[in-house]
């Protein structure tokens, strides 16, 4: 059955006794959403009743949900994501926190997308709250998945104050805890608080600062959400899954798989032989009856069947070869991973499933794809809300609490990889007939520019302007 998740209940009654109400109305669905993530829920493991007796029974499955969080997390967070600044404070910064930043959070984008909600949170080590500047403290950024956080203060479209839970280890003993960030005199505060992992009490272990003052007024958190409406709560600071309208496309997929495996199973060959071809010892048994034992051909038990003799003249060896319907099956598959692709948001046809190859992106039809287009900007701009917010955070708290030069409301630039909405050689075939047809330089110049990695004047001293003859003679 799917992990059990946790509700943190001693988290809320912590968070209580400080006055705030954690919204946790998205706590059941989101485990709903782990289930289809993991495959691991009563559909796939259930119970098939056959006559007074119940058998378990198994679906198998391509791990579709997961197929689609990873797919939107490849597209997102990879090594071609660029976070930069002109601000050369702000770009140190950047350096120092944020190098590989795409590569590094890919996979928790793909749980993010795949519960509705992630967040990353500010940690700060190596500080005490005695109003003080730190400047060897260490500022680092924590990701938290769906059910670890608790929003505290929220509206339509933002969050401003939140809780995560976490398990931590200190002093070779590990502890449950809560940290709450909020807004305390126009700073953001993280308050800190350890539980027992076995009573869920709460502990004090000396070393660690109960409140912290950043003394940051930028916000030291950012939550994590695709760009999909949530339909189960409104006004709700907590997002919903990328599968949300996938589910039937989810169980025709894994049905469809499940399909195919059965038809191979069954369609191994059976062998029908007549008692008279298989060899058979007669015992006594211990109350002294005779028992006849038949003998098969060893592993082969589970395809061989004693039929009684037929008729004279009957073949005693039959072979029957049931139809496998590979092709049947294929295109079922590929059927349920057309409507996983549409209800995903990935286009229809982002993956497709044959005999030889198994499953694979297609990604020859992937830059034709305007519904991925379309999406695929849609969560860009949710996920780049949300760094910006974060990187801003993190300047903040270098700000304010280390001592660091830095302008946090400095500009700054996000750019993702569009390479898989734009297909780069039929650009570059387009731009070399341009320049055979008409031969300027100037298009030369931009086809070095932007497809050999050449600098403006690099391009302009290899490809210069034509000076324009004179024909004295004329």
């Given at each position: 059955?799917?992990e059990?998740?946790?509700?943190?209940?001693f988290?809320?009654?912590?968070?209580?006794?400080?006055?705030?109400?954690?919204?946790?109305?998205?706590a059941s669905?989101?485990s709903?959403?782990?289930?289809?993530?993991?495959?691991?829920?009563?559909?796939?493991?259930?119970?098939?009743?056959?006559?007074?007796k119940?058998?378990?029974?198994?679906?198998e499955?391509?791990?579709?949900?997961a197929?689609?969080?990873?797919?939107?997390?490849d597209?997102?967070?990879?090594?071609?994501l660029?976070?930069k600044?002109?601000?050369?404070?702000?770009?140190?910064?950047?350096d120092?926190?944020?190098?590989?930043?795409?590569?590094?959070q890919?996979?928790?984008?793909?749980?993010?997308?795949?519960?509705?909600?992630?967040?990353?949170?500010?940690?700060?080590d190596?500080?005490s709250?005695?109003?003080?500047?730190?400047?060897?403290?260490?500022?680092?950024?924590?990701?938290y998945d769906?059910?670890?956080?608790?929003?505290?203060?929220?509206?339509?479209?933002?969050?401003?104050q939140?809780?995560?839970?976490?398990?931590?280890?200190?002093?070779?003993?590990?502890?449950?805890?809560?940290?709450?960030h909020?807004l305390?005199?126009?700073?953001?505060h993280?308050?800190?608080?350890?539980?027992?992992v076995?009573?869920h009490?709460m502990?004090?272990?000396?070393?660690?600062?109960?409140?912290?003052d950043?003394?940051?007024?930028?916000?030291?958190?950012?939550?994590?959400?695709?760009?999909?409406?949530?339909?189960h709560?409104?006004?709700c600071?907590?997002?919903?899954?990328?599968?949300?309208?996938?589910?039937?496309?989810?169980?025709s997929?894994?049905?469809?798989?499940?399909s195919l495996?059965?038809?191979?199973?069954?369609?191994?060959?059976?062998?029908f032989?007549?008692?008279?071809?298989?060899?058979?010892?007669?015992?006594k048994s211990?109350?002294?009856?005779?028992?006849?034992?038949?003998?098969?051909?060893?592993?082969?038990?589970?395809?061989?069947?004693?039929?009684?003799?037929?008729e004279?003249?009957?073949d005693p060896?039959?072979?029957?070869?049931?139809?496998?319907?590979?092709?049947?099956?294929?295109?079922?598959?590929?059927?349920?991973?057309?409507m996983?692709?549409i209800?995903?948001g990935?286009?229809?046809?982002?993956?497709a499933?044959d005999?030889?190859?198994?499953?694979?992106?297609?990604?020859?039809?992937?830059?034709?794809?305007?519904m991925?287009?379309?999406?695929?900007?849609?969560?860009q701009?949710?996920?780049?809300?949300s760094?910006?917010?974060?990187?801003?955070?993190?300047?903040?708290?270098?700000?304010?609490?280390c001592?660091t030069?830095v302008?946090?409301?400095a500009e700054?630039?996000?750019?993702?990889?569009?390479?898989?909405?734009t297909?780069?050689?039929?650009?570059?075939?387009?731009?070399?007939?341009?320049?055979?047809?008409?031969?300027?330089p100037a298009l030369?110049?931009?086809?070095?520019?932007?497809?050999?990695g050449?600098?403006?004047?690099?391009?302009a001293?290899?490809?210069?302007?034509?000076?324009?003859?004179i024909?004295?003679?004329?």
């Open positions: 059955m799917a059990e998740r946790g509700t943190y209940a988290a809320v009654e912590w968070l209580k006794m400080l006055g705030y109400s954690p919204d946790v109305r998205m669905t989101i709903t959403y782990w289930g289809w993530y993991t495959a691991d829920n009563q559909w796939y493991h259930y119970r098939a009743k056959r006559g007074f119940l058998f378990k029974s198994d679906r499955t391509l791990h579709p949900a197929l689609a969080a990873e797919a939107w997390s597209l997102l967070m990879n090594e071609k660029e976070i600044a002109e601000d050369e404070s702000l770009q140190e910064v950047l120092a926190h944020f190098g590989d930043f795409g590569v590094n890919a996979d928790f984008t793909t749980r993010a997308f795949a519960l509705g909600t992630g967040a990353w949170a500010i940690g700060v190596d500080v709250d005695d109003g003080m500047m730190h400047p060897d403290a260490r500022v680092k950024v924590e990701d769906a059910q670890q956080v608790l929003p505290l203060t929220w509206s339509a479209d933002s969050c401003t939140c809780a995560f839970v976490t398990r931590v280890e200190l002093d070779g003993r590990d502890y449950d805890q809560c940290q709450a909020i305390l005199g126009g700073t953001y993280i308050l800190t608080q350890l539980f027992d076995k009573s009490r502990v004090f272990p000396e070393g660690v600062t109960t409140d912290l950043t003394g940051s007024p930028f916000q030291t958190f950012a939550l994590v959400k695709p760009a999909v409406p949530n339909s709560f409104s006004y600071a907590m997002g919903a899954s990328i599968f949300e309208k996938g589910i039937s496309a989810i169980k997929v894994d049905e469809a798989l499940t495996l059965v038809h191979l199973r069954v369609a191994r060959p059976k062998m032989v007549t008692d008279t071809m298989i060899e058979k010892k007669t015992s211990m109350n002294g009856k005779k028992v006849t034992e038949y003998y098969a051909f060893g592993e082969a038990d589970d395809i061989t069947f004693r039929t009684p003799p037929g004279e003249g009957t060896l039959k072979v029957v070869q049931p139809e496998m319907r590979i092709a049947d099956n294929e295109a079922a598959i590929n059927a349920g991973l057309k996983l692709s209800t995903c990935l286009g229809d046809n982002y993956w499933w005999h030889k190859d198994g499953l694979k992106t297609a990604t020859e039809v992937v830059s034709d794809s305007s991925l287009a379309r999406t695929l900007r849609k969560h701009n949710a996920l780049k809300g760094i910006t917010e974060l990187v801003r955070g993190v300047a903040g708290v270098c700000k304010h609490l001592g030069k302008d946090p409301t700054v630039s996000i750019d993702f990889d569009d390479s898989v909405i297909d780069t050689q039929s650009d570059k075939n387009m731009a070399l007939t341009e320049i055979s047809m008409l031969g300027i030369k110049r931009k086809y070095l520019e932007d497809y050999c050449f600098s403006e004047d690099e391009a001293a290899a490809v210069p302007d034509q000076a324009v003859a024909d004295y003679g004329a």
